[in-house]
């Protein structure tokens, strides 16, 4: 856990608190991150907090309440007008229904930064505001969004929603990560909504792991398999449900390593994608989430399997071509190459685990704030100060 003590620090001569955390030494977390923060959220403490409810979506089978997106990469079909959508792998089609999405992934932008900043500063208008928008789509009756994912990813013509529409909502494990710092420290204004925010987690959580298409997801072995369990971890720890805990750092030493990451630290799942780079880092981020919330004493850290496999091996993999992408000796991306890497969570939390200053001054050099939407999407854990360290 982080560690709590505080020293005053000070931002454009305001004054403000910031919590100190254990790091390697000389690497100050706080001091890198906490600057950062408080100069994004200038803007969010007073923009509009908007749900699912307020945007129409006019393909939806369902009511407002409930989330629907369409598939990225399935497009008209040129040979049948008005037919079934076809699939072109790694090419998002912009004609797409993305309002849903592009409200949750800004909702797991703007909630997490505003409860980091109220961390950092101890300034309670912005908790207040981080629990406005906890208000907006987990409790209030009228904005609510409903806790489960039946209409996601939907491909015109063929279905309403598939199981692998689960992965929108790795949008909020940092919103869940958010609740759970903002719970613990008994954050202003937060008692008055904890319950329901419990709730709809508790149940979110339960449709997950108990229904045809959360079970679907959890057993698909890329990247969609590893972002169903960091979801079930965020989740799981902000509920306190200890048995979804223990079967999700099961799943990952049983299942996802020795299924995902190659003997020589390759993830060849996501090598075999049209976007072998971008998809490698992605999913490598997601299993560090994981590392990071699911271990104990660090212990998935050091777990390797039989033959050698481990997340440490695939950030050791990986770290060579984000320090030099020149040298990736695979496939370019079909889109977005040139738009990575980021400051990818995989260095940093890695970095700390294994006593890696090279990973993390790596990480510190990278840009924190992609402004790219597809590189968003595809970058969901952006506030490092509200992942619990050892």
């Not at 049948?80 to 076809?86: A, I, L, Q």
């Not at 906890?134 to 990813?153: E, K």
């Not at 994981?290 to 004493?297: D, E, F, H, Y």
Request: charged letters at 20%; aromatic letters at 10%; one cysteine or more.
């Amino acid at each position: 856990m982080l560690n709590r003590r505080h020293v005053l620090a000070s931002l454009g001569g305001a004054p403000f608190v910031v919590p100190l955390v254990a790091s390697v030494a000389p690497f100050d977390l706080v001091a890198i991150e906490g600057a950062r923060v408080m100069r994004a959220v200038s803007a969010y403490a007073k923009s509009p907090i908007r749900t699912i409810t307020a945007i129409a979506a006019p393909r939806s089978p369902a009511t407002r309440h409930d989330y629907y997106s369409e598939a990225d990469y399935w497009w008209p079909d040129p040979a049948h007008p008005g037919g079934p959508h076809v699939r072109r792998d790694g090419f998002s089609n912009p004609a797409k229904f993305d309002g849903h999405r592009d409200a949750l992934i800004r909702f797991g932008i703007e909630m997490p930064a505003l409860a980091t900043a109220w961390f950092v500063s101890r300034r309670p208008h912005f908790a207040l505001r981080a629990a406005a928008h906890l208000r907006a789509w987990f409790v209030d009756p009228a904005t609510r969004m409903n806790p489960d994912l039946s209409h996601a990813q939907a491909i015109i013509g063929v279905n309403t929603g598939r199981a692998i529409g689960i992965i929108d909502t790795l949008q909020i494990v940092e919103v869940a990560c958010a609740a759970h710092l903002l719970a613990r420290h008994d954050a202003p204004g937060y008692a008055a909504i904890r319950r329901g925010v419990d709730r709809w987690f508790r149940e979110y959580l339960d449709w997950l792991t108990g229904s045809a298409a959360g079970r679907q997801e959890r057993d698909q072995r890329n990247n969609h398999g590893s972002c169903w369990l960091l979801q079930v971890a965020a989740f799981g720890a902000l509920v306190g449900n200890d048995e979804a805990l223990r079967d999700a750092r099961t799943r990952l030493v049983d299942q996802i390593i020795p299924t995902q990451i190659a003997t020589d630290g390759s993830q060849p799942l996501e090598l075999a994608r049209t976007k072998p780079y971008g998809y490698s880092l992605f999913n490598l981020d997601v299993l560090a989430g994981a590392c990071r919330l699911l271990s104990i004493k660090g212990h998935l850290w050091r777990f390797q399997t039989a033959d050698g496999r481990s997340v440490a091996k695939a950030t050791a993999f990986m770290a060579p071509f984000i320090r030099d992408k020149a040298l990736w000796p695979y496939t370019k991306d079909v889109e977005h190459f040139a738009d990575f890497p980021v400051r990818h969570p995989s260095l940093l939390f890695a970095g700390q685990a294994l006593d890696r200053p090279d990973w993390l001054a790596l990480w510190r050099r990278l840009d924190p704030d992609p402004r790219v939407a597809e590189v968003i999407r595809n970058f969901p854990i952006r506030q490092p100060l509200l992942w619990p360290e050892e």
